[in-house]
């Protein structure tokens, strides 16, 4: 079935709204096509979603033992860092590369079914957020076997780094900051996954550069490891995290989950990531929304 071409009243901010609207009314359809995504990956085998988690918790084990002997951090607190890390980081991940896909594998249900596009979008980031709530078994079996090193007042990451309060009540900002990066993995996947049905050189482009991507953001490391190797003389090294957003998305959720000391210019510069985002996703929505069927 062919559709009509766009037309130059197609373009409006309230067929944009309008579509955002009608996407989150629709809440049983992407939620059911999240899910079913998740079944169908998993068919047949003996585990199901919980292969999921159970990865998740080799390859954070396997980092988690490499790294904290590279670094000459104890276990205790530094498994537990580098599992939220990679935790958090693996819902970016998804949100992003599948992002781009997100249009381009949905062509025939964008072709056939008269649905909003933000259906296609709510369907990814629920996705993720499906396995994300998966991956933090990961995260309790960690804390349960090393309560008393994340609880402990003013313990550190690595040897001789930045005191930590400990694991507590601020535990419970870990609820606003998963909403707002989830906030934002809306318009990630919005803005990259229409780009991507223009231009099909995008997700070659983001998958090329996710593994430096990961090595550049403290996940595996900690900026203490920097301040403790150059002390004063750090300068330029510090930039290598604080000029990366990356950084900041993953440490407003993981500094609550591991009782770090909590720094408000990650959430500064997380809630302006997210106005501007969005601000540029609604224009790219505005502009190519009833193209994209055409693209597919």
Not at 43 to 53: A, D, K, N, Q
Request: hydrophobic share 50%; net charge positive.
């Amino acid at each position: 079935m062919t559709s009509a071409p766009p037309t130059a009243g197609s373009r409006s901010w309230a067929r944009a709204f309008a579509d955002l609207r009608e996407g989150f009314g629709q809440r049983e359809l992407w939620g059911h096509l999240a899910w079913q995504d998740i079944k169908q990956r998993y068919r047949r085998s003996v585990l199901g979603p919980l292969w999921i988690t159970l990865s998740m918790g080799i390859t954070a084990l396997g980092l988690g033992l490499l790294y904290s002997q590279l670094f000459d951090a104890a276990i205790g607190t530094f498994l537990p860092y580098i599992t939220t890390g990679f935790i958090v980081w693996n819902f970016i991940l998804g949100c992003l590369t599948e992002g781009t896909d997100t249009f381009i594998s949905n062509e025939g249900l964008i072709k056939h079914l008269p649905a909003p596009l933000s259906v296609y979008v709510l369907r990814t980031v629920w996705r993720q957020s499906i396995m994300f709530a998966h991956n933090l078994i990961i995260y309790f079996i960690v804390i349960a076997l090393f309560w008393n090193d994340v609880t402990t007042p003013d313990y550190s990451i690595t040897a001789g780094g930045v005191p930590q309060p400990g694991l507590n009540w601020g535990v419970l900002l870990a609820i606003p900051a998963f909403a707002l990066i989830a906030v934002n993995a809306g318009w990630v996947v919005l803005l990259f996954g229409i780009s991507s049905t223009r231009f099909r050189d995008i997700p070659q482009v983001v998958a090329s550069l996710i593994n430096l991507l990961f090595f550049l953001t403290p996940i595996v490391w900690s900026t203490d490891i920097l301040k403790d190797k150059f002390g004063e003389s750090v300068g330029w090294r510090d930039l290598v995290a604080e000029l990366n957003p990356l950084y900041h998305f993953i440490q407003i959720l993981r500094a609550p989950l591991i009782g770090n000391q909590q720094s408000w210019h990650h959430w500064a510069v997380v809630a302006g990531f997210t106005v501007v985002g969005w601000a540029l996703a609604l224009l790219v929505m505005r502009n190519y929304r009833a193209r994209v069927s055409y693209w597919v």
